[in-house]
Each structure stands twice: as structure tokens, then as C-alpha cells.
């Protein structure tokens, strides 16, 4: 696993960086030092020719100052994972100096049948026909990460996307699956197979309390303390988060312990979760910015050459988030990317006033 003595050694290699705020440490147990942009592996097409930019890419994050990777078994069938393995086992960078994600839940393409056929999956843990979180499955599924990783362990496991079976369910056989997962994962860790675990969500927890898919922190972080105390490792939320998506920011929707409700991010902060952002870049989207819009951020966020860098700065500024997850199968999108990295972050007063406007 990566350690709090070899990711901060790896901050260290990396002083251009020092004044930027890019290297942050995580707030649990004895901390990881984690670059405040990771690179995210769910885009693209399942074939050799995007495995080889993906490699490319991998390569000059972990030499240029990016050491938090994110993937899940089901990205691009199971290649992403492959080629994160390869990629950490090709690099100078040591496993200990990498903080390496990936998440459960989606069954990876042309597994369905299969899974289904040998019990792994009982048709009632099904949901949209394609989502399980079930403990024998989840177990399952992180052994396979762990090989195709080639790794004997992962720095954070999500349960990805949990709101697919929350939108099927009562909220207490939703909150009853949640628990067997947890409990699941509390053994992993016990096992030393992961460092801490997480939900990895996109819709979840930027709805208002009453929609059928939405995720409750502070009832999460219960069912946590309840399955092993204060010292539970139920500790990272990944969100969507981004110029044209601030729900995280902006949508008062979460409690911590009784109202008001208050900010995903506010009340991942007070319950002792790191928030990782995913979608940095809107899927790709916000590359090139409606001339509006960018000639209005670019008042409240530190000047940036190019319109991915602004809505990167935007992410990376934000008070509460972590790291940006920005997909990047080129190297050249590394390079460009870690120049929003090398430049300090917008003061939190400017952000704010940059969402309320
Ligand atoms: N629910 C979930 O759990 C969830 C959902 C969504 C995302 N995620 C995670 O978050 C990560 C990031 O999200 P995402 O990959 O969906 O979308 P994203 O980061 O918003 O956008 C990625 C796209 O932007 C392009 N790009 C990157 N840097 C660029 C630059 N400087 N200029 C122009 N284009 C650039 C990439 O191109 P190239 O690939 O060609 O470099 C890719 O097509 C994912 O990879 C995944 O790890 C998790």
C-alpha cells in the first residue's frame, strides 16, 4: 500500500510544486500525501490503441507529480485496471510512494451471464440489470482488481455507484445492503487488502433528500461507527464536481447528526470524509468553454492557458475537495494539466464568490 513516509517522499521530489497547494494530505489515521489532480481511467474505447495512450499517459503522471490513480473492474473491461498494473510496474515510482483507487459494484462487460450462471450473483441483488454490492460478490470482485492491478492491496475501494440500487429499493434494505458491504470492507482492511473505503457516486449525492436515488453521508458514516467505532475506515466520497456541476458545493442537502442541511462537501468535511472529485473537466466536455462563460471565471480563478486548466484551477480550489480526477489517456494532457498544478490555488472568498454569482 502506499505509506504516509513514501508518498510524502514522493511531494518531495516535486518542489515546483510546493507553492501551488498541489500536494495535500488526506485526513485519516496517519496521512497520505496525494497530488491535488489524479488520474481517472473510465473514457475511451476497450482496445490496444487506447491501453497504449493510457500507458503513455500513466507514465508521465507518475514522473511528473501525479500519484493518485483511479479506476474500477468494470472501466473499459477490465483494461483499465491491466493497465494501471503495467504501468505501476513499469515506473521508477514505488508502490509505496502511489495512491492507488478502484471501486465495485457494475458487473465488468460480458460477466453477467457467467456470474449469474455460478451463484456469484442471486438475481434479487440484481439492480437496472447490471449493479451489485452484495458481500460474497464484492469480495469477488476485489480479488479480480487485485490481479489485474497486480497488486496485493488497494489504497481505497469504492462501492461504486450505490445510488443504482437505492433507486430500486426502501431506504432500509437499501441502508441493510449498504451495512453487509461495509462490514464486508471493514474485514479487507482487516485482512490488510485495503487501506479505507468509500462510495464512488454520480447522481447520489447531488439530489434533494427526497429523490429516490439520494445517498445519506451522515447515515453512512453511522453505519460505519456502528460496524467498528470511531476508527472506521468508511473515509473517501467521490462526487462529480466541476464548472457546469457544483451541486457538491452549492445544493444544501445533507445533514451531520440533525438539521440544518448543509453542503456534500461541508458535511463530508465535519464527518471525517475526503472528497475526491471526479468528471473534473465535465467528461471532457469543458476543454473548450462558451466565450461567456470563460471570460466570467476567468475574473475569480488564477490565470490558466487554456480553458481545461481554468476548470481545473476551478476544482482544485475548492475548500473540501481533495483531488480533481481528470481522465487523461495522452501524455500531452498530463503535461498541460500539470501546469494548473504548478499554480496556486483561487482563495476559498474568490470561489465563493465565483458560485454565487
Ligand atoms: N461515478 C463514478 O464513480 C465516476 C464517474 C465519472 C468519473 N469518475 C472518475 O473520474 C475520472 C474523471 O472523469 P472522466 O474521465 O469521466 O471525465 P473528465 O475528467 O471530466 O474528462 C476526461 C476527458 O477530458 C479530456 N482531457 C483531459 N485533459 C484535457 C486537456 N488538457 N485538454 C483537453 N481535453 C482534456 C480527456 O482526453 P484524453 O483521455 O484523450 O486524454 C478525456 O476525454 C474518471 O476517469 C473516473 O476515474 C468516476
Known amino acids: 500500500m502506499a505509506t504516509p513516509e513514501g508518498t510524502a517522499a514522493y511531494a518531495a521530489a516535486f518542489p515546483q510544486f510546493a507553492s501551488a ?41 507518475l514522473a511528473g507529480g501525479i500519484n493518485l490513480l483511479d479506476t474500477a473492474i468494470n472501466y473499459r473491461d477490465q483494461r483499465s485496471e491491466r493497465v494501471i498494473g503495467r504501468a505501476l510496474r513499469a515506473a521508477a515510482v514505488p508502490r509505496a510512494q502511489v495512491v492507488v483507487c478502484s471501486k465495485a459494484g457494475y458487473v465488468p462487460g460480458g460477466e453477467l451471464e457467467n456470474y449469474l450462471r455460478v451463484g456469484l450473483i442471486r438475481p434479487g441483488e440484481l439492480a437496472a440489470g447490471m449493479h451489485c454490492m452484495a458481500p460474497v460478490y464484492l469480495a469477488h470482485q476485489l480479488q479480480r482488481s487485485l490481479e489485474n492491478l497486480g497488486l496485493a492491496a488497494l489504497d481505497v475501494y469504492y462501492v461504486h ?51 429516490n436515488d439520494y445517498l445519506d453521508l451522515n447515515r453512512m458514516v453511522a453505519l460505519a461507527r456502528e460496524l467498528a467505532g470511531d476508527g472506521h475506515h468508511f473515509r473517501f466520497v467521490q462526487v462529480p464536481y466541476n464548472l457546469a456541476m457544483p451541486e457538491a458545493y452549492t445544493l444544501l442537502n445533507q445533514t451531520v447528526e440533525k438539521p440544518p442541511f448543509v453542503s456534500t462537501l461541508n458535511a463530508a468535511f465535519r464527518l471525517g470524509l475526503n472528497v475526491v472529485a471526479s468528471a473534473s473537466l465535465m467528461n471532457g466536455r469543458l476543454q473548450m468553454l462558451p466565450e461567456e462563460a470563460r471570460t466570467h471565471v476567468q475574473q475569480f480563478l488564477p490565470p490558466a492557458a487554456g480553458d481545461a486548466e481554468l476548470a481545473l484551477q476551478f476544482v482544485r480550489s475548492t475548500a473540501g475537495v481533495t483531488a480533481a480526477l481528470v481522465g487523461m489517456a495522452q501524455a ?18 474568490q470561489l465563493a464568490r465565483l458560485l454565487q454569482s
Do not use: C
Open 332 to 349: 500531452a494532457h498530463v503535461a498541460q494539466n500539470l501546469r494548473a498544478a504548478a499554480v496556486a490555488p483561487a482563495p476559498p472568498a
Open 21 to 61: 497547494g498541489h500536494f495535500r494530505k488526506l485526513r485519516f489515521g496517519a496521512p497520505l500525501t496525494v497530488s491535488s489532480l489524479g488520474l481517472g481511467t473510465y473514457l475511451g474505447e476497450a482496445d490496444d490503441a487506447t491501453d497504449a495512450g493510457y500507458a503513455a499517459a500513466l507514465a508521465a503522471a
Open 161 to 211: 455507484n450505490p445510488e443504482t440500487q437505492q433507486a430500486e429499493l426502501s431506504r432500509e434494505e437499501f441502508y441493510r445492503r449498504l451495512r453487509a458491504a461495509f462490514e464486508l470492507l471493514e474485514k479487507q482492511v482487516a485482512q490488510g487488502r485495503i487501506g479505507a473505503y468509500g462510495i464512488a457516486t454520480w447522481s447520489g449525492l447531488r439530489v434533494p433528500p427526497d429523490a
